[in-house]
C-alpha cells in the first residue's frame, strides 16, 4: 500500500538558517511527490512536486525537494529560513493506479527570530 | 479570481440537522475532491470525482453523499449530522490528465457539529 512518513511533528530552526523538512515514501510503481504548506485557517498551498527528470526540485518561495529513490525520500530544504515560513508543511504522494493522494501527517515548522 | 472556493466557510450546527458545503472551481480542472481535515491536522480524501463522474469513494458513512452537477462544481451533503463529523473540509481539483497532477484547495469549511 502507498503511505508516505513525516516522522518529525515540529522542526524548529532559527531565521537564516537553512531547513529540513523530512518525507519518506513507499510507493509501487514511479512516484509522484509533492510538498505543500498549511498556514494557519487556510487551504493547503502547493509548493513543488516530483514527477520525472531532475531529483532536484525548486518550488515556490525558495523551497527546493531532493528526490532520492535508493532512500525513498523526497525531503524540503530551503537554504535560509523566514519567519514567515512558519507554518504545517504537508508531504503527498499520488497513487498512480488510483487517482488517490495519500499525505503525510504534517510537520509543523517553527522559524525564531 | 479565486481558483477554488467553498461555501460556506463556517458552519455551525446541531446533531441530527442536513447540511451541504459547496465547492466551485474555475481553473477548467477534470477532477475534484473532498477531504476531512481532523482536529490533529490529518488530512484524508473523501470522494473524487473526474469529469462529474465518481473515481473514489473512501469508506465514509453513508450519511456523506457527494454530488457534481458539471466538472466545475463538487458539493457534499451531509444527514444525521454527529458530533464526529466536527472537522474542517477541503475541497480541491487538480488536472492529471495533461501532467499537471498538484491539487489546488479550496479554503476549506469548518464544520461544527453541537
Not at chain 1, 503511505?3 to 523530512?22: H, I, R, Y
Not at chain 1, 498556514?39 to 525558495?62: A, C, E
Not at chain 1, 523566514?82 to 487517482?99: E, H, I, N
Not at chain 2, 482536529?39 to 458513512?61: A, D, Q, R
Request: glycine share 8%.
Amino acid at each position: 500500500a502507498q503511505s508516505v512518513a513525516q516522522p518529525e511533528d515540529q522542526v524548529n530552526v532559527a531565521e537564516g538558517n537553512p531547513l529540513t523538512v523530512k518525507c519518506t515514501y513507499s510507493v509501487s510503481g514511479n512516484p509522484y511527490l509533492f510538498w505543500y504548506v498549511q498556514y494557519p485557517n487556510r487551504g493547503l498551498q502547493f509548493l513543488l512536486k516530483y514527477i520525472t527528470g531532475d531529483n532536484l526540485v525548486k518550488g515556490s518561495y525558495g523551497f527546493e525537494a531532493e528526490f532520492n529513490k535508493s532512500q525513498t525520500s523526497f525531503h524540503l530544504k530551503k537554504p535560509s529560513a523566514l519567519v514567515s515560513d512558519s507554518a504545517l508543511y504537508f508531504c503527498a504522494v499520488r497513487d498512480g493506479g488510483t487517482y488517490k493522494y495519500i499525505f503525510g501527517t504534517g510537520t509543523r515548522l517553527k522559524v525564531l527570530a | 479570481d479565486t481558483a477554488v472556493s467553498q461555501t460556506p466557510k463556517y458552519l455551525v450546527t446541531q446533531m441530527g440537522n442536513d447540511k451541504s458545503i459547496k465547492c466551485e472551481q474555475n481553473l477548467g480542472h477534470d477532477t475534484m475532491y473532498w477531504y476531512k481535515q481532523d482536529s490533529k491536522k490529518f488530512l484524508k480524501i473523501m470522494f473524487s470525482y473526474n469529469n462529474k463522474e465518481l473515481i473514489i469513494n473512501e469508506t465514509v458513512p453513508n450519511r456523506f453523499s457527494p454530488k457534481s452537477p458539471d466538472k466545475a462544481h463538487l458539493n457534499l451533503h451531509i444527514n444525521s449530522l454527529e458530533l464526529g463529523d466536527s472537522a474542517v473540509y477541503f475541497c480541491a481539483s487538480s488536472q492529471p490528465g495533461q501532467g499537471s497532477y498538484e491539487q489546488y484547495f479550496g479554503p476549506g469549511t469548518r464544520l461544527t457539529v453541537t
